[in-house]
């Protein structure tokens, strides 16, 4: 039987669940929905937990416990509990530097500057892992000022308008998930990297 884990980034708590930092967890919270799975804290994995099957793979869903900057501790904990290859890992992270409604499947890769993949490259000692990267579109330039208010987009929530577009990116890449117990994972990449949102 397969076992594919899913591990989506963002911060904890009520206070940052719109947030554009936490669309790692909020496509996983869509997924886990769908097959009517709830999330469980489980200590030992620092994580809260869903898990359901499809047909005759089983789907590990996790959403940390730490916050974004020590994503690493939890995914540590996840590795090394299930003693798994880091092949069958997934994580669901949002990507400012890829413009809103872009998809990027990468099998390996440095942070990027993110800070949850820095943690987890730090824990893991490697860059080798996948990662599904999904399009928040760049923060504004501060005014008077030739830097970007990074922080505030990333912090900030997800708009109306982002709303309908990262819903159609969320629906996508569920469909995507879903055929990875049947489907060869270079046609999953292929996929999401030409995912259009102005097609749908």
């Not at 397969?2 to 963002?10: H, P, R, S």
């Amino acid at each position: 039987m397969k076992e594919i884990f899913l591990i989506g980034l963002g911060n904890p708590g009520k206070k940052y669940s719109k947030n554009r930092h936490n669309i790692g967890f909020l496509l996983l919270e869509n997924l886990s929905k769908k097959y009517n799975s709830n999330f469980l804290l489980k200590d030992k994995l620092k994580s809260y937990c869903s898990e359901f099957k499809i047909n005759d793979s089983t789907f590990r869903l996790f959403l940390p416990n730490t916050f974004m900057n020590n994503s690493g501790d939890a995914v540590r904990a996840i590795v090394d509990w299930y003693k798994i290859n880091l092949d069958q890992v997934f994580i669901i992270v949002d990507d400012k530097d890829l413009p809103l409604g872009k998809i990027r499947f990468r099998r390996k890769g440095s942070s990027g500057g993110h800070n949850g993949l820095k943690s987890i490259i730090e824990q893991l000692q490697t860059q080798n892992f996948k990662r599904i990267r999904i399009g928040i579109g760049s923060p504004p330039l501060i005014k008077g000022k030739n830097n970007f208010n990074t922080i505030s987009h990333v912090l900030g929530n997800i708009s109306a308008e982002e709303k309908l577009i990262l819903d159609k990116v969320y629906k996508k890449v569920i469909e995507s998930i879903e055929k990875l117990n049947n489907k060869k994972e270079d046609y999953i990449i292929n996929e999401l990297n030409s995912f259009d949102k102005d097609q749908l």
